[in-house]
């Protein structure tokens, strides 16, 4: 048994602990709202983001930050991108030296363009990082469906330990020594993924689709590639695995705000109309700067970001990417 503490109250946040609950594990959940913890708490349901569960009495619920991971071995972060550094900076550094941070974060800091990991250990040098991701829906893996995840570490022990402490009969987790793709995957298939939902908002179909994250895949790979990740990540489960999940589930946030876009809505109007926070458009920010900044050509991004940002009709965004280039690649 290990002892587990989960930073964040979202729909993941609240499946990993089902998960390391079902798997004999001692969780604590902590979030940024202590009120909400209360509720939580009380009720032993999350409305907001999961609420078809109930939340064994087993799981703890601490508004202190740093008793929650001062108690802990292993530290699960589940804080969206754009409040990753801020939560860190809440934790006194010697509560944490020598623990385990879990990534299960999907997004990229706007500011520095830096990925979850690279934040976590430039606020804690001494810390073992690791990045869990994958094609996981919160909702099915609550359910108990079959889903299959990526454990990755530049310290191979230390992915297989993470492996070791989700891995069960429906939730099959691999091991990978490339954290750097795994965790690009898990950020910059949502940029994609807003695009397919595009797609679907217009009323185009499966071919339409299909040209998106065939295409798709193949750029976040040209920038992955270029930062360092193997090439053989974007192609397995962390990348064109999550990529199809996004791009294709009605429940995934990213494709259903592009899929809103699509049918008219402004970006600024989806955000303030839901609860959770979609990591993809900010994302998709600090993507194409990523992209400029390193001289990668990401048409589908570039796309993207002025349709967010320019407001470009959406239809137009579309008819440029298909004449682009007459040479096809």
Same mark, same amino acid.
């Given at each position: 048994?290990?002892?587990?503490?989960?930073?964040?109250?979202?729909?993941?946040?609240?499946?990993?602990?089902?998960?390391?609950?079902?798997?004999?594990?001692?969780?604590?959940?902590?979030?940024?709202?202590?009120? +909400?913890?209360?509720?939580?708490?009380?009720?032993?349901?999350?409305?907001?983001?999961?609420?078809?569960?109930?939340?064994?009495?087993?799981?703890? @619920?601490?508004?202190?930050?740093?008793?929650? %991971?001062?108690?802990?071995?292993?530290?699960?972060?589940?804080?969206?991108?754009?409040?990753?550094?801020?939560?860190?900076?809440?934790?006194?550094?010697?509560?944490?030296?020598?623990?385990? @941070?879990?990534? %299960?974060? #999907?997004?990229?800091?706007?500011?520095?363009?830096?990925?979850?990991?690279?934040?976590?250990?430039?606020?804690? /040098?001494?810390?073992?990082?690791?990045?869990?991701?994958?094609?996981?829906?919160?909702?099915?893996?609550?359910?108990? !469906?079959?889903?299959?995840?990526?454990?990755?570490?530049?310290?191979?022990?230390?992915?297989?330990?993470?492996?070791?402490?989700? @891995?069960?009969?429906?939730?099959? %987790?691999?091991?990978?020594?490339?954290?750097?793709?795994?965790?690009?995957?898990?950020?910059?298939?949502?940029?994609?993924?807003?695009?397919?939902?595009?797609?679907?908002?217009?009323?185009?179909?499966?071919?339409?689709?299909?040209?998106?994250?065939?295409? $798709?895949?193949?750029?976040?790979?040209?920038?992955?590639?270029?930062?360092?990740?193997?090439?053989?990540?974007? +192609?397995?489960?962390?990348?064109?695995?999550?990529?199809?999940?996004?791009?294709?589930? /009605?429940?995934?946030?990213?494709?259903?705000?592009?899929?809103?876009?699509? #049918?008219?809505?402004?970006?600024?109007?989806?955000?303030?109309?839901?609860?959770?926070?979609?990591? $993809?458009?900010?994302?998709?920010?600090?993507?194409?700067?990523?992209?400029?900044?390193?001289?990668?050509?990401? /048409?589908?991004?570039?796309?993207?970001?002025?349709?967010?940002?320019?407001?470009?009709? /959406?239809? #137009?965004?579309?008819?440029?990417? !298909?004449?682009?280039?007459?040479? $096809?690649?």
């Amino acid at each position: 048994m290990k002892k587990v503490t989960i930073l964040g109250d979202g729909a993941w946040a609240t499946t990993i602990a089902l998960i390391l609950n079902k798997n004999g594990h001692k969780v604590t959940m902590w979030s940024t709202f202590p009120d +909400y913890l209360d509720e939580l708490n009380l009720k032993r349901v999350n409305a907001k983001y999961l609420p078809d569960f109930s939340i064994p009495k087993e799981i703890v @619920f601490e508004k202190d930050i740093n008793k929650a %991971v001062s108690n802990a071995d292993i530290i699960v972060d589940a804080i969206p991108s754009k409040f990753y550094r801020s939560v860190l900076n809440k934790i006194d550094k010697k509560n944490i030296q020598g623990k385990f @941070f879990v990534n %299960v974060s #999907k997004g990229i800091e706007q500011e520095s363009l830096k990925r979850m990991t690279e934040i976590a250990k430039e606020e804690f /040098p001494k810390i073992k990082t690791c990045v869990l991701s994958g094609p996981t829906i919160a909702h099915e893996v609550a359910l108990g !469906m079959p889903a299959v995840v990526i454990s990755a570490s530049s310290d191979l022990n230390v992915a297989k330990s993470v492996q070791e402490l989700f @891995f069960n009969e429906s939730f099959r %987790v691999y091991t990978s020594t490339d954290p750097i793709g795994v965790e690009l995957c898990g950020a910059l298939k949502n940029v994609i993924a807003i695009v397919a939902g595009i797609s679907d908002g217009l009323g185009f179909g499966a071919n339409s689709k299909a040209a998106i994250l065939s295409r $798709g895949i193949v750029e976040i790979a040209r920038l992955g590639q270029v930062l360092g990740a193997k090439k053989k990540t974007f +192609y397995g489960i962390a990348g064109l695995g999550d990529l199809a999940t996004t791009c294709i589930s /009605p429940e995934s946030r990213n494709r259903t705000l592009g899929e809103k876009i699509g #049918k008219g809505e402004k970006l600024k109007d989806i955000i303030n109309s839901t609860n959770s926070v979609i990591e $993809g458009a900010t994302t998709t920010e600090a993507v194409y700067n990523l992209s400029k900044k390193y001289k990668v050509d990401m /048409p589908i991004t570039k796309e993207t970001y002025e349709i967010l940002y320019q407001n470009k009709d /959406p239809k #137009k965004a579309l008819a440029d990417l !298909m004449f682009r280039s007459k040479k $096809g690649e």
